[in-house]
């Protein structure tokens, strides 16, 4: 399974940007879609997450309904739209997926030593 993310960019603090993460490869549309972020000197968080057998979403608590994961097409790519966007929000995107979790997502603190596929991120910077 590989991803490409793509959408990444700087805006000014209030600004939108829509993140793309597409994946290719075996069974790839098998598996449930984490976003993570990872800001330098910081360890990666997770952001959204989409599961791709029931469409639930969980979304971190500091998103704070600010962002909205979406699955587009037959499950090819999943987007990441973020509104109210912060300078704290600073840091590179990544999608990533599973073995463990498969189709689900996690509840509480996502831990990104149990997935197994991920992409090279898409830096997004907030600045005024």
């Known amino acids: 399974v590989q991803f490409v993310e793509s959408g990444g960019g700087s805006v000014q603090p209030g600004g939108s940007l829509r993140l793309s993460c597409a994946a290719s490869g075996p069974a790839s549309g098998s598996y449930g879609i984490q976003w993570f972020r990872q800001a330098p000197g910081k360890e990666a968080a997770g952001v959204a997450c989409i599961d791709s057998d029931t469409g639930e979403t969980v979304y971190a608590d500091f998103t704070k309904g600010r962002f909205t994961i979406s699955r587009e097409g037959f499950r090819g790519t999943t987007a990441l739209q973020m509104n109210s966007l912060e300078p704290e929000d600073t840091a590179v995107y990544f999608c990533?997926?599973?073995?463990?979790?498969?189709?689900?997502?996690?509840?509480?603190?996502?831990?990104?030593?149990?997935?197994?596929?991920r992409g090279p991120g898409t830096q997004v910077t907030v600045s005024s």
């Open positions: 990533a997926a599973s073995n463990f979790y498969v189709t689900m997502c996690p509840r509480g603190r996502v831990i990104l030593a149990r997935y197994d596929y």
